[in-house]
């Protein structure tokens, strides 16, 4: 198996990161929505809770790829 070079490193990591800004962005877009609301949207709900979720995952493979690279 090869080893990455530097450059492709900080690539990997740098994409990681960036998905986790766009899952950020659409909580915040989604939080907002539901502050709007004035009765209770289970599936809005339901996936503010994912994209929680989903943030947590990829801010633990951020630094799992930190100790790797």
């Known amino acids: 198996m090869e ?3 530097e450059n492709e490193k900080y690539h990997a990591l740098l994409c ?7 899952l950020s962005e659409r909580l915040f ?14 599936e809005l709900d339901q996936e503010i809770q994912l994209l929680r979720e ?16």
């Open 29 to 42: 877009k989604a939080e907002v929505k539901y502050e709007s609301y004035t009765h209770y949207d289970a």
């Open 3 to 5: 080893k990455l070079t």
């Open 16 to 22: 990681v990161r960036y998905v986790k800004m766009e």
């Open 54 to 69: 989903s943030i947590a995952l990829h801010d633990a493979l951020i630094s799992k790829l930190e100790k790797i690279l």
